[in-house]
C-alpha cells in the first residue's frame, strides 16, 4: 500500500520559516520524481517545487530564493524547507511522488500552512 505522510505544517509569523516532511512508503523511491504542491481556497492546485531521483530541482517563479526541495534516498523522505514566508504562501500542501514512466502517480492528505501575524 502506497502511502505518503506529510507534517511539518502549521502557523507562523510572515518572515518566519517551516519544514514540511513527506515520509513514503510502498513505493521504489528511487524511481520517483517527488514534488510538493499547493492549493489556497478558491484556487487550483499549483506547483511548488519538484526533485529527481538524482536531485535536479526545479521551482516556481514565486517561491524561488525562499524554498529548497531536497531529498534523503535512505530514508524516503522529501522535505521543504520554507523560508521568509509570505501570507500568500498560506495553503494546504501536499506531497506528490510520480513514477519515471509517469504511469503512476500518488498524493499525500496535504499539511495546512498558514502565514498570518
Known amino acids: 500500500q502506497v502511502q505518503l505522510v506529510e507534517s511539518g505544517g502549521g502557523l507562523v509569523q510572515p518572515g518566519g520559516s517551516l519544514r514540511l516532511s513527506c515520509a513514503a512508503s510502498?513505493?521504489?523511491?528511487?524511481?520517483?520524481?517527488m514534488g510538493w504542491y499547493r492549493q489556497a481556497p478558491g484556487n487550483q492546485r499549483e506547483l511548488v517545487a519538484v526533485?529527481?531521483?538524482?536531485?535536479?530541482?526545479n521551482y516556481a517563479d514565486s517561491v524561488k530564493d525562499r524554498f529548497t526541495i531536497s531529498r534523503d534516498n535512505a530514508k524516503n523522505t522529501v522535505f521543504l524547507q520554507m523560508n521568509s514566508l509570505k501570507p500568500e504562501d498560506t495553503a494546504v500542501y501536499y506531497c506528490?511522488?510520480?513514477?519515471?514512466?509517469?504511469?503512476?502517480?500518488?498524493w499525500g492528505q496535504g499539511t495546512q500552512v498558514t502565514v498570518s501575524s
Open positions: 510502498g513505493i521504489g523511491f528511487n524511481l520517483f520524481k
Open positions: 526533485i529527481t531521483a538524482d536531485g535536479s530541482t
Open positions: 506528490n511522488a510520480r513514477h519515471l514512466s509517469r504511469l503512476y502517480n500518488y
